[in-house]
């Protein structure tokens, strides 16, 4: 005659189904995590490169473009150029007058950063977004990636950002549009193979 509770058996049976139950629910959670984590940051990134070419923007559309065919730039003035050697720096310079014979010494804005490739890492061509050994040039104990303007004596970071992991520099065929190529990237959160990375692509009109 059989008293009443459980046999072993039972209880294993009902403990399997517990276990197997919970790693479902954990397994669920986590990816639900993973993914809120992954929009949270790519959304971070994107508003990096958002702040960064509005503020590159706010900057650049006034300078002075190639001299339409046929036309000369008058006396003082210098078209925007991209550093051929260098297409992460760009050279300018603005009216300073309304009548547009005056103009601004020449300005600089330059893409600096103290990251160096991690080839090991998926998306590592920029860097590993951590300051590492040897990395800190400036010695200021933090990692430089920058989009600075320099103009004279001042020098000024352009936008808040520090995920930009590169930002490059073209011209349009006529000279009338900065083509502007942005690249931000950070580690991700639990995979240490690989950097999470956006790349925008936006053209600034110069108006000048």
Do not use: W
């Not at 058996?9 to 919970?22: G, K, P, T």
């Not at 990134?45 to 046929?70: I, N, T």
């Amino acid at each position: 005659m059989r008293t009443s509770g459980f046999t072993l058996i039972e209880l294993m049976i009902s403990v399997a189904i517990v276990v197997v139950v919970s790693g479902l629910g954990y397994l669920a959670f986590s990816s639900s995590y993973e993914a809120i984590d992954l929009n949270q940051r790519v959304g971070t990134l994107q508003s990096d490169c958002r702040d960064a070419m509005r503020a590159l923007s706010d900057e650049v559309q006034m300078a002075v473009k190639r001299a339409a065919p046929g036309l000369t730039l008058p006396a003082g003035a210098q078209e925007l150029r991209v550093n051929p050697t260098n297409p992460r720096e760009i050279t300018y310079v603005v009216p300073t007058t309304a009548d547009g014979e005056n103009f601004s010494p020449v300005r600089t804005i330059r893409f600096v950063s103290e990251d160096l490739p991690a080839t090991e890492l998926q998306n590592g061509e920029f860097g590993n977004g951590r300051l590492d050994p040897g990395e800190d040039t400036d010695g200021n104990g933090q990692l430089t990636r920058q989009l600075v303007l320099i103009n004279g004596m001042e020098r000024r970071v352009l936008g808040s950002a520090v995920s930009l992991a590169n930002v490059a520099f073209d011209l349009s065929p006529d000279g009338s549009c900065l083509l502007v190529t942005m690249t931000a990237a950070c580690p991700m959160a639990r995979d240490t193979t690989r950097m999470l990375r956006v790349d925008t692509e936006s053209a600034v009109y110069m108006m000048n």
